[in-house]
């Protein structure tokens, strides 16, 4: 029994962490992050929030008006909050 133990003591493997393996996996996801920004198109990549806020402030800031009717260049008439004025959009 004590050559089984001695036999273990001589095979003692490092399990924790290393500064190594720390390294190694730091550049890994930074070489997968920067490929996968490099080669997603960016209307397949996922929106952020600065993304998500602007499109709020875009969407609340003008309000769609339904009883005029569109102008001689097909624009339509929404509604500017900020300044309560009516401008004329394709959107």
């Known amino acids: 029994m004590s050559d089984s133990l001695n036999s ?7 399990t924790g962490i290393s ?3 720390i390294g190694n996996a730091a550049l890994g996801t930074a070489i997968v992050d920067t490929a996968t ?3 997603t198109a960016k209307l397949n990549r996922p929106a952020t929030k ?3 806020i602007e499109l709020s402030n875009r969407l609340s800031r003008y309000v769609r008006i339904v009883n005029i009717e569109p102008n001689y260049l097909g624009q339509r008439p929404y509604l ?3 300044t309560g004025n009516v ?5």
């Not at 401008?87 to 959107?91: G, L």
């Open 8 to 14: 273990k003591k001589g095979e003692e493997k490092s």
């Open 50 to 52: 600065g993304d998500l």
């Open 80 to 82: 500017e909050i900020e």
């Open 37 to 39: 920004r490099h080669f």
């Open 19 to 21: 500064l190594g393996g």
């Open 87 to 91: 401008i004329y959009r394709y959107w």
